[in-house]
């Protein structure tokens, strides 16, 4: 109730004037006191409701504000094992103070990543460093682009007004909408594959009731893509904007919304700007009626990728996930009926539409239809992304579309830090979709390919899993914020001393996680560590007790 009221309060100009925003301009600013006190009185919340939020975000924490670079320290950059390099070689131009870190800057296909006066780089040498530092010079992020299939989200868009020119055949309709997307069997890209359709259907049935303030309806675009590995909705968002933009304008006007937030992480600045600019087309176009669009940048934290964490967030609130029920369709952003769905989810919607979704569903398996965008790491001969059918060995995607790998690999972390550790004599054993990782014991989630290399300690790899998940979590059960710190210890202890984990109170300790956390952050990142303790028995042995 307490969330209730104060989301009343800090929501009472919703996206216009923005507490969010409010506070990360502060931030950015280093402003005062002062100043974080008196938009606590604008707003008419407590002081400790803009500390609260203020004090979680990487970027707006005080002891970060003074940051001038962020160097990433994704899974992908970590085994790379190039940070500590480029760490040393920034302090010929940054005091440590200055040198901030930022949780996967989506560079994973070349590492050596960091984020600077607002645009993201990976450099190979100190001269290409000492050019972007003095001159601040921008080279463009590219990677290997790759179908094995139809094309639905690599195609080009030949035609921004035609590509619009679709939901006049479906404005009026929105129970053909919701077939199309329903005989489609599209799910949900953002891990979970939840039925897209049924949410759109959901929406649509909550009524309009003034009575309650029920007067507005939204979608909201999860584009925090927080897995490091993962740089699929970069992709999208960079090369297929408008894509992504029709998915959320035909869900609006289905479910009667008129507005479309897209949750962009700060990580992401190009992001962030091209989607920005490809919206100003569309309304000088005038492609979109009165539909409008706001973006809001996150400011540095995974767990507001967790869906009611995100509409936190968006509220300005402290980005605890929400329990559920009541889900985001029926209280959702500022409390009223939103669609939420990843950026991948929204990017297939156009091509459905178009081609029916009967069409779309012969690609791809029964259960698991249509593509999937898999992200490839440095590890490969030829990283990328890759819009690959759902079904296809996942043999055949490493070797025809990464050629093969650059050095020894033991392992392959697929679906960021909560999806499986896949041992590379598996890899023959799976295809890309939902089933065939579920049933091996593995996840889809985002399918972001991060290689573990022979000469990278197992133990080390699980100790980052534990430590990613204590330093993100949201706090609000204590299997996680406990649980997940404890065993980060536990595995730290077990490299430094001569000491060894017990293994009973370690699986304890993960049941504890899987079954008592609110969420699947805690409630996942037992799956990585259980695979290995599976698959790397020998390896891990020597730092666990033997019963
Ligand atoms: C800790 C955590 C982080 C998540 N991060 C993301 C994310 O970055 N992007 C995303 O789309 N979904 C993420 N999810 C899943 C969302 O909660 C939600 O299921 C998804 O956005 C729904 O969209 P979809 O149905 O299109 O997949 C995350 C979930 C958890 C528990
Ligand atoms: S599992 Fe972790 S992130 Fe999820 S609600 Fe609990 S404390 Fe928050």
């Known amino acids: 109730?307490?969330?209730?009221?104060?989301?009343?309060?800090?929501?009472?100009?919703?996206?216009?004037?923005?507490?969010?925003?409010?506070?990360?301009?502060?931030?950015?600013?280093?402003?005062?006191?002062?100043?974080?006190?008196?938009?606590?009185?604008?707003?008419?919340?407590?002081?400790?409701?803009?500390?609260?939020?203020?004090?979680?975000?990487?970027?707006?924490?005080?002891?970060?504000?003074?940051?001038?670079?962020?160097?990433?320290?994704?899974?992908?950059?970590?085994?790379?094992?190039?940070?500590?390099?480029?760490?040393?070689?920034?302090?010929?131009?940054?005091?440590?103070?200055?040198?901030?870190?930022?949780?996967?800057?989506?560079?994973?296909?070349?590492?050596?990543?960091?984020?600077?006066?607002?645009?993201?780089?990976?450099?190979s040498n100190k001269k290409e460093l000492a050019t972007i530092i003095s001159e601040k010079t921008y080279k463009k992020n590219a990677y290997n682009i790759g179908c094995n299939t139809t094309p639905i989200l690599t195609s080009k868009i030949e035609n921004t007004t035609e590509f619009y020119a679709l939901a006049e055949k479906f404005k009026n309709n929105p129970q053909q909408v919701i077939e199309e997307i329903k005989t489609s069997n599209l799910r949900g890209r953002g891990g979970a594959g939840f039925p897209f359709w049924f949410k759109l259907d959901a929406v649509l049935k909550e009524p309009f009731n003034s009575a309650q303030d029920n007067t507005q309806k939204y979608i909201v675009c999860n584009a925090d893509e927080g897995d490091p590995g993962a740089y699929s909705d970069m992709y999208l968002m960079e090369h297929q904007a408008h894509k992504v933009l029709f998915g959320m304008y035909i869900s609006g006007l289905t479910v009667g919304a008129n507005t479309g937030v897209l949750y962009i992480r700060g990580e992401y600045p190009d992001s962030i700007r091209i989607v920005n600019d490809a919206i100003k087309k569309l309304k000088e176009k005038k492609l979109i009626g009165n539909f409008r669009f706001k973006i809001i940048r996150g400011q540095g934290s995974y767990v507001c990728g967790e869906e009611t964490a995100l509409l936190n967030s968006i509220e300005g609130l402290r980005p605890e996930v929400r329990v559920r029920p009541p889900y985001p369709a029926q209280y959702g952003l500022f409390g009223k009926p939103t669609v939420l769905s990843n950026v991948e989810t929204f990017a297939n919607i156009h091509w459905i539409l178009e081609n029916g979704g009967a069409e779309y569903a012969k690609l791809g398996t029964k259960q698991s239809t249509g593509t999937k965008l898999v992200s490839l790491d440095s590890f490969f001969n030829t990283p990328g992304i890759y819009e690959i059918e759902m079904g296809t060995p996942l043999k055949t995607v490493f070797e025809e579309y990464g050629k093969g790998l650059k050095s020894d690999i033991k392992a392959f972390q697929i679906g960021g830090p909560l999806g499986g550790i896949v041992p590379k004599h598996k890899v023959a054993d799976l295809t890309l979709d939902f089933e065939s990782l579920n049933e091996n014991g593995f996840l889809l989630g985002h399918a972001s390919v991060v290689s573990i290399p022979n000469n990278f300690p197992m133990i080390q790899f699980l100790e980052h899993l534990l430590e990613f998940t204590a330093d993100e979590s949201c706090g609000k059960c204590y299997p996680c914020r406990i649980g997940s710190f404890r065993g980060k210890e536990l595995l730290q202890k077990a490299q430094k001393e001569n000491y060894k984990v017990d293994k009973q109170l370690f699986n304890d300790l993960l049941e504890t996680l899987e079954i008592g956390s609110l969420c699947a952050l805690g409630g996942g990142v037992p799956l990585p560590i259980k695979n290995a303790l599976q698959y790397f028995k020998d390896e891990l042995k020597p730092f666990f007790t033997s019963n």
């Open 1 to 123: 109730m307490a969330n209730k009221n104060i989301r009343s309060l800090s929501s009472r100009k919703e996206l216009e004037d923005n507490l969010f925003e409010n506070i990360a301009d502060l931030s950015q600013r280093n402003a005062s006191t002062e100043e974080f006190q008196k938009l606590a009185k604008r707003f008419m919340v407590d002081d400790s409701v803009v500390v609260g939020t203020s004090s979680f975000y990487d970027f707006t924490r005080e002891e970060n504000r003074n940051k001038k670079i962020h160097v990433c320290n994704g899974t992908a950059c970590m085994v790379a094992k190039t940070q500590d390099n480029l760490n040393k070689n920034l302090e010929n131009y940054f005091s440590k103070d200055e040198i901030g870190h930022a949780a996967c800057v989506g560079h994973c296909h070349t590492n050596q990543a960091f984020m600077f006066d607002n645009k993201t780089f990976s450099v």
